[in-house]
């Protein structure tokens, strides 16, 4: 059974840091590209950033370029979201997701149960 | 980046009900559309990629169909466990964006 578990949501201050990781399961996880997307009520769901099997490309949403990395180490089947720099704005619940590539683009095809993270003082 | 427009917002529907829901994006995505259904306090769960492919696993009264800039999500025969939230996603171009969302209720 294929299982997505994240962690490290919680309380960040503004301009301060939170790490966010998500721990995969049931799957060849070296063999698959993540990504994160955050929900919020106001924005709905929003992609946020992906990465290669490998590690070897990565992309981001232009609002988090600069402040957000995603990271991958392979030995551990974890993926990570290091956010920095937080905002207000990027109060949300995080989604780690698998995503793989069909005839037409990319499909996020599982994903985990989310970790919260509200940013305020 | 590429808008993706749903509609309706929500419907009312009854069990056995046939619902169909659009998603038209702001740009030709060819057939780079994936639909989802989100049920309350879950994940969002692939229902179809690639415009019209079923995901494994998942019941044949869902169907998608469309492409370049109009696309829409058909559940043939309404039932209990398909209330829920329904989005649609390009992965045209990055970065990816999804609808807003159709909210599917009991009437």
């Known amino acids: 059974e294929v299982q997505l578990l994240e962690s490290g949501g919680g309380l960040g201050q503004p301009g301060g840091s939170l790490r966010l990781s998500c721990v995969a399961s049931g799957f060849s996880f070296s063999t698959h590209a993540m990504s994160w997307v955050r929900q919020t009520p106001g924005k709905g769901l929003e992609w946020v950033s992906s990465?290669?099997?490998?590690?070897?490309?990565?992309y981001y949403r232009d609002s988090v370029k600069g402040r957000f990395t995603i990271s991958r180490d392979n030995s551990k089947n974890t993926v990570y979201l290091q956010m920095n720099s937080l905002r207000a704005e990027d109060t949300a619940l995080y989604y780690c997701a698998n995503y793989i590539a069909t005839t037409g683009g990319f499909s996020l095809v599982y994903w985990g149960q989310g970790t919260l993270v509200t940013v305020s003082s | 980046d590429v808008q993706m427009t749903q509609s309706p917002s929500s419907l009312s529907a009854s069990v056995g009900d046939r619902v169909i829901i659009t998603c038209r994006p702001s740009?030709?995505?060819?057939?780079?559309l994936n639909w989802y259904q989100q049920s309350p306090g879950k994940a969002p769960k692939l229902l179809i990629y690639a415009a019209s492919t079923l995901q494994s696993g998942v019941p044949s009264r869902f169907s998608g169909s469309g492409s370049g800039a109009d696309f829409t999500l058909t559940i043939s025969s309404l039932q209990p466990e398909d209330f829920a939230i329904y989005y649609c996603q390009q992965s045209y171009s990055i970065p990816w964006t999804f609808g807003q969302g159709t909210k599917v209720e009991i009437k």
């Open positions: 740009q030709s995505i060819d057939d780079y």
């Open positions: 990465i290669s099997d490998t590690g070897a490309r990565s």
